[in-house]
């Protein structure tokens, strides 16, 4: 079964802040989050591992609730180039590869100037 | 070092036709997938490899797709017949034994008439 992730999309001006939110009904091993560009590759952004710290990578972090199967992906004072649409991939503990990802749907953000 | 490659780019096939996707995949890495991406959700997972052997086919649906990754370096992806709700991007993507970020390539966009 596929996270659900929250927002489906999200406007923002640039400067502003984001929260984009990932929810499991499974126990989960880690969290995986991709940037995708129209017409382009997801590109990898960040892992959170159980029982690992909270990430950052620039102005971008995550963090990962493993109590609630969970994960929040923070975008701090948005830039332009942050546009794109952002997916969680999941790798639950009775899943058979630690390296098998199931995507959720997506979170589409826009920054506009 | 060069990125996942992924040919065609794009095809337009009538149902019932075949067609067959070609990755090759970074340079070492072990482990490969194949995704569906139907416009508006996640990659779903089709088929793994790890080396020349397949790890994980429960989600290809193996009365039309097929899916072989000879001496353990390129694979190719075939599906005979197609239908028109295989519209879809089709990402290869690969990761080595060492880490957990999947690089993707490029994608290529099936449109079946």
């Known amino acids: 079964q596929q996270p659900v992730q929250s927002p489906q999309a999200v406007i923002l001006r640039e400067g502003e802040d984001a929260v984009i939110n990932c929810s499991s009904s499974?126990?989960?091993?880690?969290v995986h989050w991709y940037r995708q560009k129209h017409g382009e590759a997801p590109v990898f952004l960040m892992i959170l591992l159980k029982g690992g710290e909270q990430k950052g990578h620039d102005k971008i972090s995550a963090s990962f609730n493993e109590k609630k199967q969970q994960s929040s992906l923070y975008l701090t004072a948005s830039q332009l180039s942050y546009s794109g649409t952002y997916f969680c991939g999941t790798v639950s503990i009775s899943s058979g590869s630690a390296r098998q990802l199931t995507f959720g749907s997506g979170t589409q953000l826009t920054v506009l100037p | 070092e060069a990125g996942v490659a992924q040919s065609p780019r794009y095809k337009i096939i009538e149902k019932r036709q075949s067609v067959a996707f070609w990755c090759n995949p970074i340079?070492?890495?072990?482990?490969l997938y194949w995704y569906q991406q139907i416009l508006g959700q996640g990659p779903k997972l089709l088929i793994q490899f790890q080396n020349n052997g397949v790890v994980d086919d429960s989600q290809l649906p193996k009365d039309r797709f097929s899916a072989e990754r000879l001496k353990g370096v390129d694979s190719t992806l075939k599906i005979q017949p197609a239908k028109l709700e295989d519209s879809a991007v089709y990402l290869c993507a690969s990761l080595t034994d060492r880490a957990y970020e999947q690089y993707f390539g490029p994608g290529t966009r099936l449109t079946v008439t």
């Open positions: 499974k126990a989960l091993y880690s």
């Open positions: 340079s070492g890495h072990a482990t």
